[in-house]
């Protein structure tokens, strides 16, 4: 059975399939840190995850800014678990709420 062509699309472009692709957060990388952010050991305030991971970067399209920067007022905070973390982060780069229901499982489970 022969496959039709779709003319739209290049190959390999799942901008229309993919729904992180038109999330707005998915242009943010955490690297490395959003790991150590998995396994830390919750609930824990933002002053202790800035003393551990504060010089840690987070990336966007067009900047780096250190974790510490991100959480800077906000020490008094607690997080019950590493995607709220994530949100505060999101929220601090100007993408408060950025797929905050997908996100969330795939922040709190570590992969095997």
């Not at 242009?27 to 995850?49: D, I, M, N, S």
């Not at 997908?102 to 992969?111: G, K």
Request: hydrophobic share 35%; aromatic share 8%; charged share 30%.
């Amino acid at each position: 059975m022969a496959l039709g062509t779709d003319r739209g699309f290049m190959s390999g472009d799942n901008a229309e399939h993919d729904p992180e692709a038109h999330d707005p957060a998915s242009a943010v990388t955490f690297g490395p840190l959003k790991r150590a952010l998995r396994e830390h050991r919750y609930p824990v305030t933002a002053a202790e995850l800035i003393e551990q991971y504060g010089a840690a970067v987070v990336e966007t399209r067009t900047s780096t800014e250190r974790f510490d920067g991100l959480l800077e007022g906000r020490e008094e905070t607690q997080f019950r678990d590493p995607s709220e973390v994530r949100e505060a982060v999101l929220d601090a780069l100007g993408y408060a709420d950025a797929s905050a229901e997908t996100a969330s499982e795939e922040w709190t489970r570590l992969p095997r």
